[in-house]
């Protein structure tokens, strides 16, 4: 629908434009669905936007456009309303179209649409997200990332771009020493060797468990050992295989994992450094090197190489170098998946990226708030070296899969999330993961009593009378048949939880037309029940689609 009247809209600012009375050519059009649908199907702002250029009121300005459209087929209505929007209003032939079309492309109709993502752009994406170090099992904070990442990637994916998942970590540092040491004490303390965890040591049970594991696999081997690499080798070893199974369980998996430390072994990371001081952005204080805030428009310096006897840099400086890889490295467009903690650190890096001239325009970021457990109205404590730590397993284990990846995008990521365990874990309404998930079930059950009663939807849908079903369900059409659109939105606007938003409107609505007596879909007149069930597998294909989108999974029976 918007390729037709975005098509449409142009035509007309182009015949005003010849006729003299517009001047302006090829406008950006923008378009969207009404606040009110009483007012149409679509409207344009576009009126709005020329008014300078033109030199004319709005309203004035829409009913010249006005006059200059040709309606097309299936469009039996233009209009002004407000200031100068122009509205559109589809004929009810239009809808059946969209649905015998849905039916037809199936599941390949459901899904973003790539002429409207990005117009004229490349196909190559790169999602980082996740990127935890392994330190430990995954958080309930790193499992919102993870998830948020993977349903961007997924929606890419869906459009037909080239995507590929990217985990990005530090093994080495010094969290990875206090990591080796930590081991290295549960490794003598399963032999029975007193021995005591560093200050500030990682104090897992999983700890525990990395020691007793190197203990059954190499004996006393290693009880005089003080060189922590084995150590912290075995951990990072055990922990990466528990960070691929949980994220396994998600549905969620990676296609290239980038070591922070081969950027630096390989001189990248000298390379910056080296780059940044020959612009003069960078200076030394107090031992330490130091990025220069004010050339680059940022509201105070930033520490590059700490002034500690290893002379370590920041993890700021390697993801200078490892951003300038990723453009070298030809994408088109780069999605970074980060905490709201990491803002500044992320706008000095890309600030210092574009200082050393690199085009910095493919690279966004989704930018994520906490996550807060509450149980019974009590939150729940999360740290991430105790041993009272929820982990993402544990949230997976008490409430499933589907329920924590619709859960953790049923929020705007910018927004603080609490996640209620105990309405996680209804069945009943209120639940938003389960309302969805019960209506593509219920509307599986149509089909099973459908082929009892002996109906079934004819090969060629056209057989089908559409016209016999009323505006209500008409509006039921509408409100599927828009979904790939909002899909695009949410892919553009990196904003998934506009489809988990959407498909709780569509089930909402869906529920609502289905509780009512008199829309029984089977019912004794054979094409009006016929035009039902092929409604029916509309909403069932947007049902099943959005919540594919967004690796949930749709059941046909509750």
């Avoid at 199936?106 to 997200?129: H, N, S, T, Y």
């Avoid at 037909?160 to 010094?174: A, I, K, L, Q």
């Avoid at 008409?474 to 899909?487: S, Y």
């Avoid at 069932?540 to 949930?552: Q, R």
Wanted: charge should be negative.
């Amino acid at each position: 629908m918007k390729e037709l009247i975005l098509n449409t809209l142009e035509a007309a600012i182009e015949r005003a434009r010849v006729a003299g009375q517009l001047v302006s050519v090829r406008p950006p059009v923008g378009i969207e669905a009404p606040k009110d649908p009483a007012h149409g199907d679509i409207a344009s702002n576009v009126a709005l936007t020329l008014a300078r250029a033109e030199k004319k009121a709005p309203r004035a300005i829409a009913e010249i456009i006005k006059a200059n459209v040709e309606l097309p087929p299936k469009v039996i209505e233009v209009s002004v309303a407000g200031p100068g929007f122009i509205n559109f209003r589809m004929a009810p032939a239009y809808w059946h179209s969209e649905m015998r079309r849905a039916a037809e492309q199936g599941a390949e109709f459901w899904k973003p649409q790539k002429w409207m993502l990005r117009p004229g752009a490349g196909d190559k994406v790169q999602v980082e997200f996740l990127s935890a170090n392994p330190t430990g099992p995954l958080t309930v904070g790193h499992g919102r990332n993870a998830v948020l990442g993977d349903t961007i990637a997924r929606l890419y994916e869906a459009a037909g771009f080239d995507v590929t998942r990217e985990y990005y970590f530090n093994d080495g540092g010094r969290q990875m020493k206090l990591l080796g040491e930590s081991v290295r004490v549960r490794y003598l303390q399963a032999h029975g060797i007193a021995a005591t965890l560093p200050e500030d040591g990682y104090q897992g049970e999983y700890i525990v468990d990395i020691g007793q594991a190197l203990k059954a696999e190499h004996g006393d081997k290693y009880v005089a050992e003080t060189n922590l690499e084995i150590f912290r080798a075995a951990a990072v070893k055990a922990i990466f295989a528990d960070i691929n199974r949980t994220c396994a369980r998600l549905g969620i998996r990676f296609d290239v994992f980038t070591n922070e430390l081969d950027l630096m072994k390989s001189g990248t990371v000298d390379s910056v450094l080296a780059a940044l001081k020959d612009r003069d952005l960078t200076f030394e204080k107090d031992g330490a090197v130091w990025l220069r805030g004010e050339p680059l428009g940022l509201p105070k310096d930033a520490v590059l190489v700490r002034s500690d006897a290893d002379r370590q840099p920041t993890y700021r400086t390697p993801d200078i170098a490892y951003h300038i890889e990723k453009l070298k490295r030809g994408f088109d467009l780069i999605i970074d998946v980060f905490g709201a903690d990491h803002i500044g650190e992320h706008q000095q890096v890309i600030a210092a990226v574009k200082a050393m001239g690199h085009d910095t325009t493919p690279i966004s970021a989704i930018i994520y708030q906490f996550v807060t457990l509450t149980r019974g109205g009590e939150k729940v404590k999360m740290s991430t070296r105790k041993a009272t730590y929820v982990t993402l397993d544990g949230l997976i284990d008490e409430v499933g899969a589907d329920v924590v990846r619709f859960f953790f995008v049923f929020r705007k990521s910018d927004s603080q999330l609490d996640f209620d365990l105990e309405l996680a874990k209804k069945q009943a309404p209120e639940n938003p993961v389960f309302y969805v998930q019960y209506a593509h079930a219920r509307l599986a059950s149509v089909f099973r009593e459908a082929e009892k009663a002996g109906l079934a939807l004819p090969d060629d849908a056209a057989a089908i009378d559409l016209g016999l079903l009323d505006a209500e369900e008409l509006d039921l059409v509408k409100r599927a048949i828009a979904l790939p659109e909002v899909m695009t939105a949410a892919a553009q606007s990196l904003e998934p939880h506009r489809i988990s938003f959407y498909l709780l409107e569509l089930a909402g609505e869906f529920h609502r037309y289905y509780n009512q007596s008199s829309n029984r879909i089977i019912g004794p007149d054979r094409e009006l029940s016929l035009a039902r069930i092929f409604l029916a597998q509309i909403l069932k294909g947007a049902l099943a689609g959005g919540l594919e989108l967004l690796g949930v999974s749709a059941p046909d029976r509750m």
